[in-house]
Nanobody, 123 residues
Framework: QTRLVESGGGLVQAGGSLRLSCVVS????????MGWFRQAPGKERDIVAA????????TYADSVKGRFTISRDNAKNTVYLQMNSLKPEDTAVYYC????????????????WGQGTQVTVSS
């Protein structure tokens, strides 16, 4: 059974940085595309960033381009989301998700999910 565990969330002031990690167990992460999604209260779950199984292709939400970077270390079975220049509107629960090989911007296409980590950005 594939298990995803996120960490690295917390409270940060606007303009600050956080790095989220997602450790995958049960299967080697090298066969998965990985996505980071976020969901704020009362809102839908939205794409933040996603990366192909080999890191060769990435995609970002327009709102985070130039501020966030998704990366992966297949040797460590871990995917990262580096978040810089954080804004209050980035406040949400952040989830990592996995699907076979090729990234997607739709959360409906991911079949394994972590429990989420809260990110709160104060103004």
């Amino acid at each position: 059974q594939t298990r995803l565990v996120e960490s690295g969330g917390g409270l940060v002031q606007a303009g600050g940085s956080l790095r989220l990690s997602c450790v995958v167990s049960g299967r080697t992460v090298s066969s998965f595309a990985m996505g980071w999604f976020r969901q704020a209260p009362g809102k839908e779950r939205d794409i933040v960033a996603a990366i192909n199984w080999n890191g060769g292709s990435t995609t970002y939400a327009d709102s985070v381009k130039g501020r966030f970077t998704i990366s992966r270390d297949n040797a460590k079975n871990t995917v990262y989301l580096q978040m810089n220049s954080l804004k209050p509107e980035d406040t949400a629960v952040y989830y990592c998700a996995a699907r076979p090989y090729y990234r997607s911007r739709s959360y409906l296409r991911y079949d394994s999910w972590g429990q989420g980590t809260q990110v709160t950005v104060s103004s």
